[in-house]
Every structure is written in structure tokens, then in C-alpha cells.
């Protein structure tokens, strides 16, 4: 019990980066640029989590063409929940429609994948679970910022759009309490390829969501290229020096 314990303050951090996120959407003007450099350098974030951390380790797993394939499943997923989310926004996405439902429901799923990734790596080594716990703050504060600032532009009240915000931490903890319990006594391949799966879950938002809405916010900007390396650089160096086994 006391390790869960461990687990879910491993997930409040994310939980806490999104809400944050969301209460600067609230209360200080953040530039178009300013967003446009944080979405560049969470995708640096997230790319590190799967090249330095998750697919080495689980490369080294026995088969590799079942990773592989979980990697690949994971993008697959993506990509259908996306598509769904997208048909239902532009099917009741209108003015007074569900709109803010479906992103409500879009973002959950993001965070619920954050929150599997958390927990089973928890139950792999209590040091990676924190490592990914980290790794996904600077991703999931622009994702608040956005997801808020969508909000209040479909004319949501505030003390609504501030509820919305804290209950995304329920899909994060929902998703790292069945990461740990489901996969605590599974066998290392098992764990991996859950891990795995989260990777292409992850590799694949980078590429339809983070990259697609930075450039959105500015097109063409020389600091977006280094927020991406500075994004990757510091995961590179929390996992070289946190020394995860």
C-alpha cells in the first residue's frame, strides 16, 4: 500500500503540471510565441521519453518484434481515438454544443495514457516510474493552457472552466492505479509492452497534436527548433542523472 502511495504522488505530478497550465490560461497573458515555444519543447520532452528511456529498455526484451508491434499498436490507437474525438467535435462541436465535452474527453484520454505509463513503470522500477512522472509535467502545462484557453473561447464560465481543469487529474489517477495493481505482479515482457504501447501512444501525439498546434500559435520561428532540443536535453539529463536500473 505504502508503494501505491508512492505511485499516485508520482502521478499528482502531471496532474499538477495540466492544472497549472490551465490556471495561467486564466490568469497571466501568455503569448502567441510563448506557447508556440512551450508546445516545441514538450514534444522535445515527450521524444526523449521514448528514445532515451522507454524503447532502449524495452528493446532489450525478448521478442523485440512484439514491441515493436506494441509501439505500433499504440500509434493505431491514437489515431482512432483522434479520429473519433474528431468526427464528435465536428458532429456537436457547434456554438452551444458539446464541444467542450469532447475536448474534455480528448484530453482525458491523453492524460489517462500518462497516468498507465506512470504506473506501470512504477511496478518495473519505483525510479522510472518518477522519471516519466516528470517527463510528462512540461508536456501536460501547455496542454492544460490550450485545452483552457479552448475553452474560455467557447465562452465556458470561469468557475466551470476551473473545474474542469482540477477533474482532469481523475483520468491520470484512474489511469496510474490500474497500471500498478494490473501489471504489479505481471512478468517483465508484459510490463514492457505496456510501456511500449504508451510509447506509440506518445510518439504519435508529438506528431498530430503538439507540432500541428505550436505551429498553429506561430508558423516559423528559429526559437522553435531550440526549444525542441532544450525540451529533449533536459529529460536526457533528469534520466542520466536520476540513474534509473
Keep these: 500500500m505504502n508503494e501505491y502511495l508512492v505511485v499516485l504522488a508520482f502521478a ?6 495540466n492544472f497549472a497550465g490551465g490556471a495561467l490560461a486564466e490568469f497571466v497573458p501568455v503569448s502567441r510565441l510563448m506557447l508556440n515555444l512551450a508546445l516545441y519543447s514538450a514534444a522535445g520532452v515527450v521524444v526523449a521519453v521514448v528514445a532515451v528511456e522507454l524503447m532502449p529498455r524495452a528493446l532489450e526484451a525478448d521478442p523485440a518484434w512484439a514491441i515493436v508491434l506494441a509501439f505500433v499498436l499504440g500509434g493505431v490507437f491514437y489515431v482512432a481515438v483522434d479520429w473519433a474525438i474528431q468526427r464528435l467535435n465536428d458532429r456537436y462541436g457547434g456554438e452551444g454544443g458539446a464541444g467542450p465535452w469532447v475536448i474534455f474527453f480528448g484530453v482525458s484520454v491523453d492524460l489517462f495514457s500518462d497516468g498507465i505509463m ?10 522510472l516510474g518518477l522519471l516519466l512522472a516528470l517527463g510528462q509535467v512540461p508536456s501536460d502545462i501547455p496542454e492544460g493552457f490550450a485545452t483552457v484557453a479552448n475553452f474560455r473561447r467557447r465562452g465556458v464560465p470561469r468557475s466551470r472552466r476551473l473545474l474542469l481543469s482540477a477533474a482532469f487529474a481523475a483520468p491520470i489517477f484512474l489511469g496510474a492505479t490500474l497500471g500498478y495493481w494490473l501489471m504489479r505482479d505481471a512478468s517483465e515482457l508484459n510490463k514492457l509492452l505496456v510501456l511500449t504501447f504508451t510509447a506509440g501512444v506518445l510518439s504519435t501525439l508529438v506528431v498530430e497534436e503538439l507540432v500541428p498546434e505550436a505551429v498553429e500559435e506561430v508558423p516559423e520561428s528559429p526559437l522553435s527548433s531550440l526549444a525542441f532540443i532544450g525540451g529533449f536535453a533536459l529529460f536526457a539529463l533528469l534520466s542520466t542523472y536520476l540513474e534509473v536500473e
Excluded at 506512470?118 to 525510479?127: I, L, M, Q
Design 12 to 17: 499528482a505530478l502531471p496532474a499538477l503540471g
Design 118 to 127: 506512470v504506473g506501470t513503470g512504477s511496478t518495473v522500477a519505483v525510479g
